[in-house]
């Protein structure tokens, strides 16, 4: 995830927050397994406990992390459409004249394949640049290059 996150787009947002109401559901059903412990019960019954408590530490920490995430995103306001930016989306022409719209984002389990990390060779390439930039990035098959080809709602 980049250090300063910025402007999420919406289709991060939708996989944020139907990640939040799985994390939300899911923290109900382990909380409701919770019962009041007593000092009667094995050491099997308190490991088990334990186990789920810590379950319910783990979503905690995932929810207020989607919460406060949605709360810079929203703070920053709309992705940029001037030059790529983290939220954006970009339609790329490619070396071989292939095209591909992307949007440049963070590591989010359920985001689309058009999902580039803005900490990606791709994604760091992109930052900063504007539509008719062609940018050089480091790809599996050896150095490539893209050209963006529009920015945003035009892309």
Known sequence: MAAEPGPISLQARQALEEELVELRTERAKVAATLKTTDAVGDRADQADGLQRAD?????????????????????????????VGMGSTATLRFADGTT????????????????????????????????????????????????????????
């Open 55 to 83: 379950v319910l530490v783990r979503l905690d920490d995932r929810i207020t992390e989607i919460t406060d995430r949605f709360r810079v995103a929203d703070a920053a306001g709309p992705p940029r459409t001037d030059a």
């Open 100 to 155: 591909e719209t992307v949007q440049v984002g963070e590591v989010a389990d359920r985001l689309d394949e058009t999902l580039v990390t803005a900490d990606s060779p791709l994604g760091r390439a992109l930052l900063g640049h504007r539509a008719g930039d062609t940018v050089g990035y480091d790809a599996p098959e050896g150095r490539a290059t893209a050209e963006i080809v529009s920015i945003g709602d035009n892309a």
